[in-house]
């Protein structure tokens, strides 16, 4: 099982894959398991944004066991979180907002002790 981190900006945190846009992070999800699965909204100059990775997830049934929205974009946010509240199975625990300093640090911890 892994963790996956959508961003085109921010550095990856220790213990999890990086996505740095929407094809990477569907194909992560069509081949992995995923636990957590932290998500940004703008991706950059003429990229597909956040929404358009949760409209593509949404349709194809493609979900982490957590989601976190960790973008500083309020109305990607917004909508982001809309979509998957709506469209998420009962087991997917949704957040609206970045992962805890605490549950970073012990992914890093566990990755550090592998």
Known sequence: MIHVYLDD????????VLAKNVEECLTLLKECEVDILSLD??????????TELVRAM??????????YLH???QEGCRRMYEMLYQGKPDTVQL???AMPAVLIGEIAKAANDA
């Not at 900006?9 to 999890?16: E, I, M, S």
């Not at 949404?58 to 989601?67: K, N, P, S, T």
């Open 58 to 67: 949404v349709a194809r049934g493609l979900y982490g066991q957590r989601i």
């Open 95 to 97: 957040y609206p907002h």
């Open 71 to 73: 973008t500083s974009s």
């Open 9 to 16: 900006f921010r550095p990856c945190p220790k213990g999890f």
């Open 41 to 50: 909204h703008d991706l950059g100059w003429g990229e597909p944004t956040g």
